[in-house]
Antibody, heavy 117, light 113 residues
Framework: QVQLQESGPGLVKPSETLSLTCAVS?????????WSWVRQPPGRGLEWIGE???????NYNPSLKSRLIMSVDTSKNQFSLKLSSVTAADTALYYC??????????WGQGILVTVSS | DIVMTQSPDSLTVSLGERATVNCKSS????????????LAWYQQKPGQPPKLLIY???TRESGVPDRFSGSGSGTDFTLTISSLQAEDVAVYYC?????????FGQGTKLEIK
């Protein structure tokens, strides 16, 4: 059973870069699946951030594209997200997830990132 | 972007009764080459990540109770819980996977009457 675990700082200052990593266990990241990030502001709905393939191909939400970089490290079986120039609007619970059958079948538990000075 | 609109925003149903959540997309999510609707349903309980219930609009994910069913095609979709159980209290989201960005509906909060 695939398991995902997010890690990274829980507090980021405004204008700085938010960096998160998702560790994949129970299976290889080098499968025919895409790996996604989704976020959820406190008390609100879900927003798809983007996805990455093990080859490094990416697909970003245009609303975040100018500030977003995703990367994959197949040797460590993990993938990462960097979101630059953050503001309070980027405060959210960030989830990593794995696509299967054109849906998000596996999810991490999420990590709360607060943007505040 | 494809806009996903769910109705109602909240729903109160008695135990054992049927619950219905609707989801409408601003454009068709039916992929004509394979006749599949790229529409998924998720359940999110407080303090937990979303859980996949239904993909391709009507295919139940492994392990999901058969009281959950999905229907619809094109732009109009429905999630039905045939006999509501206490553990079904949650927020339900639809998501289109037809075209990027893969947008979600705003969520429907289901409570027990």
């Amino acid at each position: 059973q695939v398991q995902l675990q997010e890690s990274g700082p829980g507090l980021v200052k405004p204008s700085e870069t938010l960096s998160l990593t998702c560790a994949v266990s129970g299976g290889s990241i080098s499968t025919t699946n895409w790996w996604s990030w989704v976020r959820q502001p406190p008390g609100r709905g879900l927003e798809w951030i983007g996805e990455i393939y093990h080859s490094g191909n990416t697909n970003y939400n245009p609303s975040l594209k100018s500030r977003l970089i995703m990367s994959v490290d197949t040797s460590k079986n993990q993938f990462s997200l960097k979101l630059s120039s953050v503001t309070a609007a980027d405060t959210a619970l960030y989830y990593c997830a794995r696509e299967a059958n054109s849906s998000l079948a596996y999810w991490g538990q999420g990590i709360l990132v607060t943007v505040s000075s | 972007d494809i806009v996903m609109t769910q109705s109602p925003d909240s729903l109160t149903v008695s135990l054992g009764e049927r619950a219905t959540v609707n989801c409408k997309s601003s454009q068709s999510v039916l992929y004509s080459s394979n006749n599949k609707n790229y529409l998924a349903w998720y359940q999110q309980k407080p303090g937990q990540p979303p859980k996949l219930l239904i993909y391709w609009a009507s295919t139940r994910e492994s392990g999901v109770p058969d009281r959950f069913s999905g229907s619809g095609s094109g732009t109009d979709f429905t999630l039905t819980i045939s006999s509501l159980q206490a553990e079904d209290v949650a927020v339900y989201y639809c998501q289109q996977y037809y075209s990027s960005p893969y947008t979600f509906g705003q969520g429907t909060k289901l409570e027990i009457k």
